[in-house]
């Protein structure tokens, strides 16, 4: 064989062997529970505002709601950074909005991050680089990913490329990676089925920005009711966690146990309009600002929303026997 052809068969081989690690696998990481196998989760969304808008406020509270519960980690449904993401690494909303302002002890966990609609303004690649967690070790922020904590795994879904209407306006969308959009979007969908189908944990939780069943001003997404929403039922996801709308909300599903949890309340809230739902599936809606924790334990998930002062706005749980070897 040349030489030639030599270099062009690795060149190839290299390739499709780049190309089956982009398709294959999402980054997996994982999270111990606390020794007794428990898990406290705290999720918000939708906040960096540089502390206006009650941003603070949310934040003190979650603060002494974390040392209550001796929260492990903290997860942001996205729209991190307002009004447009961040410029780039070096930009002081960073501190602004984040390091500066979710100061109590008990928030000095790890958090995971998505992006929101807004984080794809200006700079999306500045979120979700190594940089940041140099200059805040508790910060990582992934497009797609899935969080393995024993009892329960978490997929994180880049929803903000599903939405047709950002394609349309006239924004400036980072597309940085997400482009074709066509064959990120299958890529994507393939890898949620398959990691979700492949999962042995007790419970399968997906987080995403968008709403995907909502009676906030953004309403149902239908791009993800169309396209992921199948794919959760078939594999059985107990909860499906979003922000997008400013909101706190609970809705059930009329067709199987999936429940739609919206924690969007990190900052500008009350927008005061409210589409009207079938009261047999709306558990809860608040328009105001707060945040959700999550209890978890082999045997059951509790879910509660909390306001800027501490009151538990609505409080639900769920079991499940567990057959699993032991
Ligand atoms: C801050 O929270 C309080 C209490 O919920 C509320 O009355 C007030 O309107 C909020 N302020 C803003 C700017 O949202």
């Not at 899935?146 to 980072?174: G, M, S």
């Not at 929303?305 to 706005?313: E, M, T």
Request: glycine share 8%; with cysteine; proline share 3%.
């Amino acid at each position: 064989m040349s030489l030639f052809h030599h270099l062009k068969l690795t060149v190839t081989l290299f390739g499709l062997c780049l190309a089956s690690v982009a398709i294959a696998d999402l980054q997996r990481f994982e999270h111990p529970t606390k020794a007794d196998g428990s898990l406290s989760v705290m999720v918000i969304g939708d906040w960096g505002r540089r502390g206006t808008h009650n941003q603070s406020e949310v934040a003190l509270q979650m603060g002494k709601t974390a040392e209550k519960l001796d929260t492990d980690f903290i997860i942001s449904t996205g729209d991190n950074f307002y009004e447009d993401g961040l410029t780039d690494v070096h930009d002081a909303a960073f501190d602004e909005s984040f390091t500066n302002i979710y100061t109590a002890p008990s928030l000095q966990k790890q958090w995971y991050a998505v992006l929101g609609n807004h984080d794809y303004r200006s700079n999306a690649l500045a979120q979700l680089s190594p940089v940041l967690t140099k200059r805040d070790s508790r910060w990582l922020c992934m497009r797609s990913f899935i969080l393995n904590a024993e009892i329960v795994e978490f997929f994180f879904v880049d929803t903000t490329p599903f939405r047709d209407k950002y394609f349309q306006e006239d924004h400036t969308y980072d597309w940085r990676g997400v482009l074709p959009r066509k064959d990120y979007l299958s890529n994507l969908l393939k890898d949620v089925d398959s990691a979700l189908r492949e999962s042995t944990a007790t419970w399968k939780i997906v987080v995403g920005h968008h709403t995907m069943r909502s009676a906030g001003i953004h309403g149902d997404t239908i791009e993800l009711v169309a396209k992921l929403l199948p794919i959760l039922q078939a594999n059985n996801v107990d909860l499906y966690i979003n922000g997008h709308d400013h909101c706190l909300e609970h809705i059930s599903s009329p067709d199987s146990p999936l429940q739609f949890l919206t924690s969007g309340g990190g900052s500008k809230a009350w927008r005061g309009k409210v589409k009207g739902w079938n009261p047999k599936e709306m558990k809860f809606y608040y328009d105001g600002q707060g945040f959700m924790t999550l209890q978890i334990t082999q045997n059951e998930v509790g879910v509660q929303f909390y306001d800027i002062v501490g009151n538990v706005l609505h409080k639900w749980s769920v079991t499940k026997s567990v057959y699993a070897s032991i």
